[in-house]
């Protein structure tokens, strides 16, 4: 993986950088997400806020639940990370918003009690049926 990884929304309004290798996230199929997203799943990475900085605008703040805020793009609405409220030294990112997405495999499933029925897993990585152990996206 080459640093520092940046990423951003779909009309380039909000941009980000990591500076340091981020942990390995993985896909999420809650039903927040869901809805969120407009899609089946979503992956995601964690990052320390201490290693990312916005580079260009500012993302929009929702809270969606009492234990986290989604920061998207004011302009299109691409949703670009989570704060987990009682974690404030983390921040996960979506996988798919970086501008090299294949930087960082994602190494498991989470939440796979909401995954949709139609939507098959095709691969082998560890399901945990609610939060991965040690993970917060």
């Given amino acids: 993986m080459n640093l520092p990884l940046e990423g951003g929304c779909l009309c380039g309004a909000v ?28 992956p995601w990475l964690n990052v320390t806020r201490a290693a990312f900085a916005w580079t260009r ?7 969606s639940s009492a234990k ?20 404030p030294g983390s921040l996960d990112v979506t996988l798919v918003s970086l501008d090299d997405p294949a930087a960082v495999r994602p190494r498991h499933h989470g939440w796979t009690a909401s995954r949709i029925p139609w939507f098959e897993i095709a691969d082998d990585l560890p399901r945990y049926p609610e939060d991965p152990p040690g993970d917060s996206s």
Avoid: K, N
Avoid at 69 to 87: K, M, V, W
């Fill in 15 to 42: 941009r980000y950088r990591i500076e340091t290798a981020p942990a390995p996230g993985g896909y999420c199929h809650c039903r927040m997400c869901q809805r969120a997203s407009a899609a089946p799943v979503v």
């Fill in 68 to 87: 986290a805020e989604r920061l998207f793009c004011p302009s299109c609405g691409t949703q670009l990370a989570i704060r987990d409220i009682p974690d």
């Fill in 57 to 63: 605008g500012e993302p929009a703040v929702y809270r």
